[in-house]
């Protein structure tokens, strides 16, 4: 009879060497008992590293590497509309529909892009291209109406310039 050890397996074997170096660089940034600080940063690289989402076993990772409860990287992975718990398209763009850009218009940005993608927000693209989100507020209210794709905001938005960045997306 064979016994099995009763040590819990370590996720952090999720955490590509890469990636522990970034977290890391976000880790100096802050006292070495708060490295809990780099919560957000964290979820971000690990995101990235998995193609776009985070999943169960990926936020369990940060909260061992971070020594940090599960809940509290969850709290934080669910809170914030940047971060995703399913697969996106290759361009995940954000739309804002807050006060400003509602305003502004916003409700035609939203039906001209259901309408040219064939799909609803929350949604992605049968071809895995592009998935729309609806989020809160990009803080660009100036310029509203506004979107966000990747790290790139797109200000002021007309139907034509919609247009034209769809067919600039490959």
């Known amino acids: 009879m064979s016994?099995?050890?009763?040590?819990?397996?370590?996720?952090?074997?999720?955490?590509?060497?890469?990636?522990?170096?970034?977290?890391?660089?976000?880790?100096?940034?802050?006292?070495?008992e708060q490295k809990q600080s780099a919560c957000?940063?964290?979820?971000?690289?690990?995101q990235d590293q998995n193609g776009g989402f985070l999943t169960d076993d990926l936020m369990d990772a940060v909260a061992?590497?971070?020594?940090?409860?599960a809940i509290a990287v969850y709290e934080v992975a669910t809170f914030y509309s940047m971060y995703e718990m399913k697969p996106?398209?290759?361009?995940?763009?954000?739309?804002?529909?807050?006060?400003?850009?509602?305003?502004c218009a916003s409700?035609?940005?939203?039906?001209?892009l259901e309408s040219r993608l064939g799909i609803k927000m929350g949604e992605t693209t049968p071809d895995g291209r592009i998935t729309?989100?609806?989020?809160?507020?990009?803080?660009?209210?100036?310029?509203?109406?506004?979107?966000?794709?990747?790290?790139?905001y797109h200000e002021k938005l007309t139907l034509t310039k919609i247009d034209k960045i769809l067919s600039s997306l490959t």
């Open 3 to 32: 016994t099995q050890s009763c040590n819990k397996p370590s996720k952090l074997d999720l955490i590509n060497q890469a990636s522990r170096e970034d977290i890391d660089r976000w880790i100096a940034k802050y006292p070495a």
């Open 40 to 46: 957000m940063s964290a979820l971000r690289i690990v």
């Open 64 to 69: 061992e590497y971070l020594e940090m409860p």
């Open 88 to 103: 996106v398209g290759r361009h995940k763009i954000c739309v804002c529909t807050n006060i400003s850009c509602m305003l």
């Open 107 to 112: 409700d035609e940005i939203v039906n001209h």
């Open 132 to 152: 729309l989100k609806e989020v809160e507020c990009l803080g660009a209210c100036v310029d509203a109406p506004v979107i966000q794709i990747g790290d790139t």
